[in-house]
């Protein structure tokens, strides 16, 4: 590898990053910055230069997929399988593998199922979800069952049951799992962190992970933190990835301080800013950065790097099953013959609302997938797989070897023949890419664990590889919290109302915070085409609620409207607003004007006459906005209302017409924008 070649193609910022010689160093990566790629080439760089032996490497991510594509790309720059990348509850549970194999210690059962564990130990009026959703924050935060309901108080949390009632299930779960001996995922990482007390354990696992690399960074909780602080000890030899303003699971547990404050937490370490954005059109990144811009972001805003693109559209339905059907459409119009489905992706805030969006697209003919359904694990051919695995009397490689060799002759037989699709060539198609991935991670752990028994990957897969699916040619339905870390060309962003986006139990300004980055996010997956909607009515169960339009479709609005009055608006501003003028007069005739003339100084395009409205267009757009707290131009631009000045409506049916004024804008500021103009236009 040569060192100078993994330079060619970074920008200033990003050729800082690979080849600082800060440590620890933190390097903050704002969506589509090429984070990835700059993380990949930073450990190529140091192996490349002799500064870093890449059997020592140790690089955590968040993913599964995530730590294969950061596997696939170290690879592609010639490093093989010596690097060893996963995420931290698999890493640390392939240390206490080897660990209890060298103490011939039986290993304790891995608990899967929490919810239905915990089910048995509830009371009957309490849904096990959510006192399982209230033990994993807890666990993450490093807490107890016997301080869970003071700790809970000073978090300003709100749990779906009353906290007593969850303290007391947690301590009954945590006694259960003593009795039965078995632990959770969580334990893994609090089960490593005890084994790093005992020196020798510690001096062990130090001496084999030497540079430590960590992706997403401000998605770390305090127990994976201690772990990371375990295996790090007191070496400097630490690079953490991370934006701050994709920090979007606080309500789990994750604590971005460890990211904004990282100085802090490791006095005397660098950091570099990567602010370039590669992935989205400068239109859509207009967007992101008007929707952030509120939350006063500690970063610098993205600069687009891709070539113009379309304005983000809103549209508005009467209902949410329109909605859903008029989504459909859209997908179905912006597939072109030749591109793919899986371009496409429709993004809604909650799991509850997949659902709708994906009849939809059933009925439709279109094909989808809902991410988070069928999982790897619960394929047929997988299961199958898995027992042959198992009664394979030879090594672990062996048995690896033998099973990639199964696939090139043809699938495995299958207990579950009813299950076989009518398409039996995509059926085969399907059924070897999930055991070519079997395959795949069969490699990966044996990277991380120097025991590999196909029991142990078995029971790491069941830890790490949750419900991902297999690739195939469809479209995409899934959450916003989901959709963090993936891109499509086309991204459709539905049920943006108030009560969804931002979420109705978002209360507090950390929440609310919270919740506008979950927006940037969903919005900065989008490469070329953002489509926006809402509907006015929604039903819930047997309710249909009346719906207001999101909030942050205002900054949507105006980021919109201002790409279009740069890229497409009338060169010559006079001339446009005399035809407007003349246009409505047809419709709409006025009085005579009194021919009372504004102040000097009317902004280009503007005749004299006309300055007075747009001066109290002005006072009036500077009030709205210091009472929203957001900048003027998220209201109207000055452009926009140079246009309202000129044309002097009188409904909301000519306000539509003038550009930068969208449905979201007349519903929120028409009768308003209005009723001013109607006051200074005599």
Same mark, same amino acid.
């Given at each position: 590898?040569?060192?100078?070649?993994?330079?060619?193609?970074?920008?200033?910022?990003?050729?800082?990053?690979?080849?600082?010689?800060?440590?620890?160093?933190?390097?903050?990566?704002?969506?589509?910055?090429?984070?990835?790629?700059?993380?990949?080439?930073?450990?190529?760089?140091?192996?490349?230069?002799?500064?870093?032996?890449?059997?020592?490497?140790?690089?955590?991510?968040?993913?599964?997929?995530?730590?294969?594509?950061?596997?696939?790309?170290?690879?592609?720059?010639?490093?093989?399988?010596?690097?060893?990348?996963?995420?931290?509850?698999?890493?640390?549970?392939?240390?206490?593998?080897?660990?209890?194999?060298?103490?011939?210690?039986?290993?304790?059962?891995?608990?899967?199922?929490?919810?239905? &564990?915990? #089910?048995?130990?509830?009371?009957?009026?309490?849904?096990?979800?959510?006192?399982?959703?209230?033990?994993?924050?807890?666990?993450?935060?490093?807490?107890?069952?016997?301080?869970?309901?003071?700790?809970?108080?000073?978090?300003?949390?709100?749990?779906?049951?009353?906290?007593?009632?969850?303290?007391?299930?947690?301590?009954?779960?945590?006694?259960?799992?003593?009795?039965?001996?078995?632990? +959770?995922?969580?334990?893994?990482?609090?089960?490593?962190?005890?084994?790093?007390?005992?020196?020798?354990?510690?001096?062990?696992?130090?001496?084999?992970?030497? @540079?430590?690399?960590?992706?997403?960074?401000?998605?770390?909780?305090?127990?994976?933190? +201690?772990?990371?602080?375990?295996?790090?000890?007191?070496?400097?030899?630490?690079?953490?990835?991370?934006?701050?303003?994709?920090?979007?699971?606080?309500?789990?547990?994750?604590?971005?301080?460890?990211?904004?404050?990282?100085?802090?937490? &490791?006095?005397?370490?660098?950091?570099?800013?990567?602010?370039?954005?590669?992935?989205?059109?400068?239109?859509?990144?207009?967007?992101?950065?008007?929707?952030?811009? !509120?939350?006063?972001?500690?970063?610098? !805003?993205?600069?687009?790097?891709?070539?113009?693109?379309?304005?983000?559209?809103?549209?508005?339905?009467?209902?949410?099953?329109?909605?859903?059907?008029?989504?459909?459409?859209?997908?179905?119009?912006?597939?072109?013959?030749?591109?793919?489905?899986?371009?496409?992706?429709?993004?809604?805030?909650?799991?509850?609302?997949?659902?709708?969006?994906?009849? #939809?697209?059933?009925?439709?003919?279109?094909?989808?997938?809902?991410?988070?359904?069928?999982?790897?694990?619960?394929?047929?051919?997988?299961?199958?797989?898995?027992?042959?695995?198992?009664? @394979?009397?030879?090594?672990?490689?062996?048995?690896?070897?033998?099973?990639?060799?199964?696939?090139?002759?043809?699938?495995?037989?299958?207990?579950?023949?009813?299950?076989?699709?009518?398409?039996?060539?995509?059926?085969?198609?399907?059924?070897?890419?999930?055991?070519?991935?079997?395959?795949?991670?069969?490699?990966?752990?044996?990277?991380?664990?120097?025991?590999?028994?196909?029991?142990?990957?078995?029971?790491?897969?069941?830890?790490?590889?949750?419900?991902?699916?297999?690739?195939?040619?469809?479209?995409?339905?899934?959450?916003?919290?989901?959709?963090?870390?993936?891109?499509? !060309?086309?991204?459709?962003?539905?049920?943006?109302?108030?009560?969804?986006?931002?979420?109705? @139990?978002?209360?507090?300004?950390?929440?609310?915070?919270?919740?506008?980055?979950?927006?940037?996010?969903?919005?900065?997956?989008?490469?070329?085409?953002?489509?926006?909607?809402?509907?006015?009515?929604?039903? &819930?169960?047997?309710?249909?609620?009346?719906?207001?339009?999101?909030?942050?479709?205002?900054?949507?609005?105006?980021?919109?409207?201002?790409?279009?009055?740069?890229?497409?608006?009338?060169?010559?501003?006079?001339?446009?607003?005399?035809?407007?003028?003349?246009?409505?007069?047809?419709?709409?005739?006025?009085?005579?004007?009194?021919?009372?003339?504004?102040?000097?100084?009317?902004?280009?395009?503007?005749?004299?006459?006309?300055?007075?409205? &747009?001066?109290?267009?002005?006072?009036?757009?500077?009030?709205?906005?210091?009472?929203?707290?957001?900048?003027?131009?998220?209201?109207?631009?000055?452009?926009?209302?140079?246009?309202?000045?000129?044309?002097?409506?009188?409904?909301?049916?000519?306000?539509?017409?003038?550009?930068?004024?969208?449905?979201?804008?007349?519903?929120?500021?028409?009768?308003?924008?209005?009723?001013?103009?109607?006051?200074?236009?005599?």
């Amino acid at each position: 590898m040569d060192p100078d070649r993994l330079l060619d193609d970074l920008n200033d910022a990003q050729r800082a990053a690979v080849t600082s010689t800060a440590a620890p160093l933190c390097i903050i990566a704002g969506a589509g910055s090429g984070k990835t790629r700059v993380l990949t080439r930073r450990i190529g760089h140091r192996v490349a230069t002799g500064d870093a032996d890449p059997r020592h490497v140790l690089a955590l991510t968040f993913t599964r997929k995530a730590a294969g594509e950061l596997g696939k790309r170290l690879r592609a720059l010639g490093m093989r399988d010596t690097v060893a990348a996963g995420t931290f509850h698999s890493v640390a549970y392939a240390q206490l593998r080897a660990r209890w194999t060298e103490r011939d210690v039986r290993p304790p059962e891995l608990l899967d199922r929490k919810v239905r &564990f915990v #089910a048995g130990l509830v009371p009957r009026d309490v849904k096990a979800v959510d006192v399982v959703g209230e033990i994993e924050w807890a666990t993450a935060r490093r807490i107890g069952p016997g301080t869970y309901v003071h700790e809970a108080s000073l978090a300003n949390r709100t749990p779906p049951v009353p906290a007593k009632v969850v303290a007391s299930v947690f301590e009954r779960y945590e006694e259960a799992k003593r009795q039965r001996r078995m632990i +959770d995922f969580d334990d893994l990482l609090r089960l490593c962190i005890r084994d790093l007390a005992d020196p020798e354990v510690a001096a062990a696992q130090r001496w084999r992970f030497r @540079h430590l690399f960590v992706d997403e960074f401000q998605d770390v909780n305090p127990l994976q933190f +201690d772990l990371l602080k375990g295996w790090l000890g007191d070496r400097p030899d630490l690079c953490v990835v991370g934006d701050p303003n994709q920090a979007i699971y606080a309500w789990n547990g994750a604590d971005a301080g460890y990211l904004t404050d990282f100085e802090r937490w &490791f006095p005397g370490s660098g950091q570099v800013e990567l602010s370039e954005n590669y992935r989205s059109s400068p239109q859509i990144l207009a967007v992101a950065n008007a929707v952030l811009s !509120p939350s006063r972001p500690k970063s610098s !805003p993205l600069r687009a790097n891709r070539p113009e693109g379309p304005a983000p559209t809103i549209v508005k339905y009467a209902n949410d099953d329109s909605e859903a059907k008029g989504i459909a459409r859209a997908v179905r119009d912006a597939h072109s013959p030749g591109s793919r489905w899986s371009s496409q992706a429709v993004l809604v805030r909650t799991n509850a609302q997949t659902a709708l969006v994906g009849e #939809a697209l059933r009925s439709a003919g279109i094909p989808h997938r809902v991410r988070g359904g069928t999982g790897l694990l619960e394929q047929a051919e997988v299961r199958t797989a898995l027992a042959n695995l198992r009664r @394979h009397p030879g090594t672990y490689t062996a048995a690896i070897a033998d099973l990639a060799a199964s696939i090139g002759d043809g699938e495995p037989a299958t207990d579950d023949e009813a299950e076989v699709p009518t398409d039996q060539s995509d059926a085969v198609a399907e059924r070897r890419a999930s055991l070519e991935m079997l395959v795949r991670l069969a490699h990966d752990y044996e990277r991380i664990d120097p025991i590999p028994s196909v029991s142990s990957f078995a029971g790491w897969l069941s830890a790490t590889v949750g419900s991902d699916s297999p690739d195939r040619d469809a479209v995409d339905v899934t959450t916003f919290h989901a959709a963090k870390g993936l891109e499509w !060309p086309i991204v459709h962003l539905g049920g943006l109302e108030h009560g969804l986006v931002p979420i109705g @139990h978002a209360k507090t300004a950390g929440a609310l915070a919270e919740e506008r980055r979950l927006f940037y996010v969903a919005v900065t997956r989008a490469e070329q085409r953002l489509r926006c909607t809402w509907a006015e009515t929604r039903t &819930f169960g047997q309710r249909t609620m009346n719906r207001e339009a999101s909030p942050y479709l205002e900054q949507v609005e105006a980021a919109a409207s201002m790409a279009v009055l740069a890229g497409e608006g009338p060169s010559d501003w006079k001339a446009f607003l005399r035809h407007e003028r003349e246009k409505l007069a047809t419709t709409d005739p006025r009085s005579p004007r009194t021919g009372r003339r504004g102040r000097r100084g009317a902004p280009a395009g503007l005749d004299p006459d006309d300055t007075e409205i &747009f001066e109290a267009l002005k006072r009036w757009r500077a009030t709205k906005a210091k009472a929203a707290g957001v900048p003027a131009y998220v209201v109207f631009s000055d452009a926009t209302l140079v246009a309202v000045a000129g044309a002097r409506p009188s409904n909301r049916s000519q306000l539509r017409s003038l550009p930068g004024i969208g449905p979201v804008k007349i519903e929120r500021h028409g009768d308003e924008l209005l009723a001013v103009v109607a006051e200074h236009a005599s």
